[in-house]
């Protein structure tokens, strides 16, 4: 029973924080409407059918609707050319009920992602991936687009961590989307941080020094308990729905949650944890384009 209660006081909740900005977002909606006129918009774009990228827009549509947004969702067929992705995106960017566009990632394997990423008009790059907002964020600008996973865990630190200045974080995980940003907006914050990828040889020696570990590999379960220095706080932003033995599924993480929870002194879990974050945060940063579209 105590076991139990050390460990619900070690989890940082995500659902709730992502609830409570939420809730935040819905009335900034209701403000900017009464002051301007303007109801934030934001488009998203699915190429195919892959069925864990279905589940994710219809959770953003359904999330959009909630807090007042208008939603404009773009179903596009496998075979999409690049051209007619690209003629689509400049489209949008011209359309003034638009403040916000999404692509979602992966993209089938004959679309090249950057150039369609590119063709994003910066002011509507609610995802933060172009070049643009990119060198924003390594300047310390605080006017560009951050990638809303990285962000949502940096709120989460924000909540849960002590101040950030001289803390050494380790992130595994070098993507564009996750891993780049989460090292840039520490390093933003004064920690000190260091990266390890799939060719870093003893991640776990580097993991081991980490007062902040953030994990974003998607290779499930890679970091052991033995791979957390003690009191160390644990983001872990991997998802993977695995088969249970009653034959049912389930969401876990790239962190072996059972023993790295008795080693760290705060973790996310998965399900819970950065997800509902990363959706909360896409909210935010489509509220932000609208207010600077106005501006
Ligand atoms: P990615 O495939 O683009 O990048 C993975 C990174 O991890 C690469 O830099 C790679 O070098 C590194 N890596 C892979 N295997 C490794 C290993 N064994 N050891 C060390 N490094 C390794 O993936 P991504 O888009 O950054 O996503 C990572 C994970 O996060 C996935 O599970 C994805 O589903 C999840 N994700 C979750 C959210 C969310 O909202 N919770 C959002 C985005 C991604």
């Excluded at 209660?5 to 709730?16: F, H, T």
């Excluded at 953003?60 to 067929?77: D, N």
């Excluded at 300047?139 to 949502?152: K, N």
């Excluded at 896409?282 to 579209?293: E, F, G, H, R, Y």
């Amino acid at each position: 029973m105590i076991l139990k209660k050390n460990c619900d006081q070690k989890l940082i909740n995500g659902k709730v924080y992502a609830e409570s900005l939420t809730t935040q977002i819905k009335q900034d909606v209701i403000n900017l409407q009464q002051i301007s006129g303007i109801t934030p918009g934001l488009a998203v774009i699915l190429v195919g059918n892959d069925s864990a990228s279905e589940v994710y827009v219809r959770n953003k549509t359904k999330q959009t609707h909630a807090v007042g947004m208008r939603s404009f969702m773009h179903l596009l067929p496998e075979k999409t050319t690049e051209e007619e992705l690209v003629k689509l995106i400049k489209r949008l960017n011209q359309d003034t009920d638009i403040h916000g566009i999404l692509v979602q990632l992966p993209l089938p394997k004959h679309l090249n992602t950057d150039t369609i990423i590119q063709a994003i008009l910066p002011s509507k790059d609610v995802d933060g991936l172009t070049a643009y907002n990119t060198g924003k964020l390594s300047l310390g600008h605080q006017d560009g687009f951050v990638p809303c996973t990285p962000l949502g865990c940096m709120y989460l630190l924000q909540k849960e961590a002590p101040p950030l200045k001289g803390l050494h974080a380790v992130i595994i995980g070098a993507s564009n989307l996750m891993g780049k940003p989460m090292a840039q907006i520490l390093l933003n914050q004064n920690c000190t941080v260091s990266i390890a990828h799939i060719d870093t040889v003893h991640p776990e020696l580097l993991a081991r020094q980490a007062d902040i570990l953030i994990v974003a590999t998607g290779c499930q379960g890679l970091v052991k308990g033995s791979w957390i220095k003690p009191g160390a706080i644990v983001i872990d932003v991997g998802i993977h729905r695995i088969e249970t033995t009653n034959g049912k599924t389930k969401l876990i993480g790239d962190v072996v949650f059972d023993e790295a929870i008795a080693i760290a002194s705060k973790i996310t879990p998965v399900p819970g944890g950065v997800g509902p974050m990363t959706i909360a945060c896409l909210l935010q940063n489509t509220l932000k384009a609208a207010k600077k579209m106005l501006n």
